[in-house]
């Protein structure tokens, strides 16, 4: 089955930045129409924060709109979330997955905790 690594978070002030990444193992990344970051809160349930689909069409919640930008290294079988401008709501644990309904999920990786300080 295909495995999922998050790396990349941290402990950051607000306004700072970061860059998660995200390497799949067992799937060819290029092939899958739909991969997206999502974050989790506490209390509060997952949801999806960055996605690219169909190669090239990039889709973000208002959330994150113009703040965070997600990219892919096919080659690497990496992906990426660049994250600027960060508040202390961007805090959770994020994890990547696919990100459209035709494709089931991966089985989810341990995810990457990110904190923002105020």
């Known amino acids: 089955q295909v495995q999922v690594v998050e790396s990349g978070g941290g402990l950051v002030h607000t306004g700072g930045s970061l860059r998660l990444s995200c390497t799949v193992s067992r799937v060819i990344l290029r092939h899958v129409d739909g991969i997206g970051w999502y974050r989790q809160a506490p209390g509060k349930q997952r949801e999806l924060v960055a996605a690219i689909r169909n190669g090239n069409r990039q889709d973000y919640s208002d959330s994150v709109k113009d703040r965070f930008f997600i990219s892919t290294d096919y080659a690497q079988r990496t992906m990426y979330l660049e994250m600027n401008n960060l508040k202390p709501e961007d805090t959770a644990v994020y994890y990547c997955?696919?990100?459209?309904?035709?494709?089931?999920?991966?089985?989810w990786g341990q995810g990457t905790q990110v904190t923002v300080s105020s």
């Open positions: 997955n696919t990100a459209i309904p035709t494709i089931s999920r991966w089985t």
